[in-house]
């Protein structure tokens, strides 16, 4: 059997900066470091979209009546 340990988040991301511009070059790790993560919703933004379609009384009655006799 084999042990690992684990690395503190300093180390971590030093080795993988490290790989990165190892692998790539500084401009193209920088490049890629920077790049802006489209398609994703803010989680706020996420949830005010979820509940601008909420049918609000059938999610209580879901909410709380399950396990209640079922």
Request: proline fraction near 0%; glycine fraction near 8%.
């Given at each position: 059997?084999t042990t ?7 180390q ?5 900066t490290?790989?990165l ?7 193209e790790?920088?490049r890629f470091?920077t790049?802006?993560r489209?398609g994703?919703?803010?989680s706020?933004?996420?949830h ?6 909420l049918d609000?009384?059938?999610?209580f009655?879901?909410v709380?009546?399950?396990?209640k006799g079922?």
């Amino acid at each position: 059997m084999t042990t690992e340990t684990v690395m503190t988040e300093e180390q971590l991301i030093r080795q993988a900066t490290d790989a990165l511009i190892d692998n790539l070059g500084i401009m193209e790790a920088t490049r890629f470091l920077t790049i802006k993560r489209q398609g994703r919703l803010e989680s706020v933004e996420r949830h005010r979209l979820w509940q601008s379609g909420l049918d609000k009384e059938g999610f209580f009655d879901e909410v709380f009546t399950r396990g209640k006799g079922k």
